[in-house]
């Protein structure tokens, strides 16, 4: 738990942690988008544009799975978006984290939970306004809040609350818990030099490691989990 | 007695995560056994759910972050 930086912006407070590494986040997926599609080609496509190809199959799958609409070109972007950007902003935190003068000035944006719960809220909203955009208000409501019966109105709004909750604090949970090991093992390992650096180098590789498998389990499963309560939304039951 | 109620945390948090992982896993490996072609689909289903089951375990992780560090 660092202290941070706090810059207030129209009365609102800002770490400067988590918005550096959320510019870096953006822009890292922008270079990334905007160098593999530099110059595509259908018979000879260079290494950059096969792995978003891969990518973009991927989320297809995903997305796939979950929604059968006919403008299902709209929820595969918005996954490629989602996934791109929770993965690396996920990933940015690895590498280093930077504490300067006991003030902590780089960390991942998603172990923020201001920034996990940001990006639940934008989903959630998001399927609500999708569903009235495809269904009409009344069928909208008729479809997500009364089903099966009507006096299952109170279970389905607490639901809509629940799903919020988790799937931001599910993000932000493993992300922090990641983090506050990776500060915890190097202090380990910077306590007593060389002897900790003997065990402290190899165990700080081993969780790095894991850390790397969790976090693209868990941007997998924020994507598709957004998938499943749009289509909850979006499709009714005839 | 910060430092108590934080090892309680983690450590139910850590039974409830095991469990559950274990019969998922285990359910997967049977499954696998039974069906092979099924292997690639098995696979990503499991973490999808050894994900969901690990979420709330997590948050008592965090929970006991905050009774230690603060």
Same mark, same amino acid.
């Given at each position: 738990?660092?202290?941070?930086?706090?810059?207030?912006?129209?009365?609102?407070?800002?770490?400067?942690?988590?918005?550096?590494?959320?510019?870096?986040?953006?822009?890292?997926?922008?270079?990334?988008?905007?160098?593999?599609?530099?110059?595509?080609?259908?018979?000879?496509?260079?290494?950059?544009?096969?792995?978003?190809?891969?990518?973009?199959?991927?989320?297809?799958?995903?997305?796939?799975?979950?929604?059968?609409?006919?403008?299902?070109?709209?929820?595969?972007?918005?996954?490629?978006? +989602?996934?791109?950007?929770?993965?690396?902003?996920?990933?940015?935190?690895?590498?280093?984290?930077?504490?300067?003068?006991?003030?902590?000035?780089?960390?991942? @944006?998603?172990?923020?939970?201001?920034?996990?719960?940001?990006?639940?809220?934008?989903?959630?909203?998001?399927?609500?306004?999708?569903?009235?955009?495809?269904?009409?208000?009344?069928?909208?409501?008729?479809?997500?809040?009364?089903?099966?019966?009507?006096?299952?109105?109170?279970?389905?709004?607490?639901?809509?609350?629940?799903?919020?909750?988790?799937?931001?604090?599910? +993000?932000?949970?493993?992300?922090?818990?990641?983090?506050?090991?990776?500060?915890?093992?190097?202090?380990?390992?910077?306590?007593?030099?060389?002897?900790?650096?003997?065990?402290?180098? @190899?165990?700080?590789?081993?969780?790095?490691?894991?850390?790397?498998?969790?976090?693209?389990?868990?941007?997998?499963?924020?994507?598709?989990?957004?998938?499943?309560?749009?289509?909850?939304?979006?499709?009714?039951?005839? | 007695?910060?430092?108590?109620?934080?090892?309680?945390?983690?450590?139910?948090?850590?039974?409830?995560?095991?469990?559950?992982?274990?019969?998922?896993?285990?359910?997967?490996?049977?499954?696998?056994?039974?069906?092979?072609?099924?292997?690639?689909?098995?696979?990503?289903?499991?973490?999808?759910?050894?994900?969901?089951?690990?979420?709330?375990?997590?948050?008592?992780?965090?929970?006991?972050?905050?009774?230690?560090?603060?």
């Amino acid at each position: 738990m660092e202290e941070t930086l706090v810059i207030n912006v129209l009365g609102l407070s800002i770490g400067v942690n988590t918005l550096l590494s959320l510019v870096a986040t953006v822009l890292l997926v922008w270079v990334f988008c905007m160098v593999s599609t530099k110059s595509m080609s259908v018979d000879k496509p260079g290494k950059a544009q096969l792995m978003l190809e891969w990518v973009y199959d991927f989320v297809r799958g995903l997305v796939g799975g979950a929604i059968t609409d006919s403008k299902v070109q709209m929820y595969n972007l918005l996954g490629m978006t +989602l996934l791109l950007f929770v993965f690396i902003a996920n990933m940015v935190g690895l590498g280093f984290i930077l504490t300067i003068k006991d003030y902590s000035i780089w960390k991942s @944006p998603t172990g923020d939970p201001i920034v996990c719960l940001a990006l639940a809220l934008i989903m959630i909203i998001l399927s609500h306004y999708l569903g009235v955009d495809k269904l009409g208000f009344k069928q909208y409501i008729k479809s997500s809040y009364m089903q099966p019966v009507s006096f299952m109105l109170p279970i389905n709004i607490i639901e809509e609350f629940t799903n919020t909750l988790t799937l931001a604090l599910r +993000l932000y949970g493993n992300i922090f818990a990641g983090e506050v090991l990776l500060g915890l093992i190097a202090s380990l390992g910077g306590s007593f030099f060389p002897v900790t650096w003997v065990i402290g180098i @190899p165990l700080q590789m081993v969780w790095q490691g894991f850390s790397l498998f969790i976090g693209s389990i868990q941007a997998y499963i924020f994507v598709t989990l957004t998938m499943v309560y749009m289509s909850h939304k979006v499709e009714t039951e005839h | 007695m910060d430092a108590l109620a934080a090892a309680i945390a983690v450590s139910i948090a850590a039974l409830g995560a095991s469990i559950g992982n274990g019969m998922v896993i285990s359910k997967t490996i049977e499954s696998i056994a039974r069906q092979p072609e099924l292997e690639g689909k098995l696979r990503m289903t499991m973490f999808l759910g050894v994900g969901l089951i690990e979420a709330v375990p997590i948050m008592a992780v965090v929970i006991a972050f905050i009774l230690v560090f603060r």
